[in-house]
């Protein structure tokens, strides 16, 4: 019954993980959705109006910890000789269980969103504190937006123009890569947790690195052969780093980084697979 699935089955399977995921991660979720209450507290303390710009930031930080530190703090035991044995041997398949571990992974960071989201909104409505304004967007081009009236920006119409339109250019492919970004990490977390048995964070983080410099690494190598690398040895190669220029470095630039990162993500995922159900102790 390796890659069997059974509805009855798979719902134990998830019991059985949500009873462990709550009682060793339940306080870290928690306090991960907090985040927004500290902020407030200190613009309450301090006096100050704290910008949506950046509060949308501290969600998405808030986000990515809850992504790095689930798959360890959660199911760190899987791959562990006396824990994992338990694990092993649960009356379920590898795919019930690939799925089950899948599930609560993703759905930490959507929880950790929507109670973030909730909790600032709400707070927002207090009288009191520095949440004045709503985070109303999460797109780029809306939160920078969002962000220039909050400021009261004073600038041309022209060039406001110009940048509204770069931004709205660029934004899908920025768009694409913080979804394929977010997939990406949730896969190669689990995929440490189940590949390393100490320091698992901090393992995956050196791999982490290590993919990013090579990634980086082979998009200049491709974007040069293009004849599109803007700088060599300091010098312009012959593009015009004007505007334009900079949408479409960063078009092509953008594209070549997503289509290598979802290349990456899936084959993550199926490795993800096999090590489970190949997983020795």
Not at 111 to 138: C, M, N, Q, R
Not at 250 to 259: D, L, R
Request: hydrophobic content about 50%.
């Amino acid at each position: 019954m390796n890659n069997t699935f059974d509805i009855i089955r798979f719902g134990k399977v998830l019991h059985n993980d949500g009873s462990i995921y709550l009682r060793n991660f339940g306080l870290t979720l928690a306090i991960l959705c907090g985040i927004p209450i500290v902020g407030w507290l200190v613009t309450l303390v301090f006096g100050f109006t704290m910008p949506t710009l950046i509060r949308w930031g501290a969600i998405y930080t808030t986000i990515f910890i809850g992504i790095i530190l689930v798959p360890a703090k959660a199911f760190g035991y899987i791959n562990l000789p006396r824990e994992g044995v338990r694990f092993a041997m649960l009356p379920a398949s590898n795919l019930e269980k690939y799925l089950s571990y899948l599930l609560f992974c993703i759905l930490t960071p959507v929880v950790i969103f929507l109670a973030s989201w909730g909790i600032d909104s709400i707070l927002t409505l207090l009288p009191i504190g520095g949440f004045e304004h709503y985070i109303k967007s999460f797109s780029i081009q809306g939160m920078i937006q969002d962000f220039a009236v909050e400021i009261d920006a004073e600038m041309d119409s022209e060039d406001a123009f110009a940048i509204n339109d770069f931004i709205k250019d660029i934004q899908p492919y920025y768009t694409f890569r913080l979804i394929i970004g977010i997939i990406f990490n949730i896969g190669i977390f689990m995929f440490g947790n189940l590949l390393f048995k100490t320091h698992k964070t901090a393992k995956t983080l050196v791999i982490i690195i290590g993919i990013s410099y090579v990634a980086t690494m082979i998009i200049q190598a491709i974007l040069a052969a293009k004849g599109i690398f803007p700088w060599q040895d300091g010098n312009s190669v012959g593009v015009s780093m004007d505007i334009d220029s900079i949408k479409d470095l960063n078009n092509t630039s953008m594209g070549i980084s997503n289509i290598l990162y979802s290349l990456l993500t899936a084959g993550v995922y199926v490795g993800l697979f096999f090590k489970l159900k190949t997983q020795k102790y």
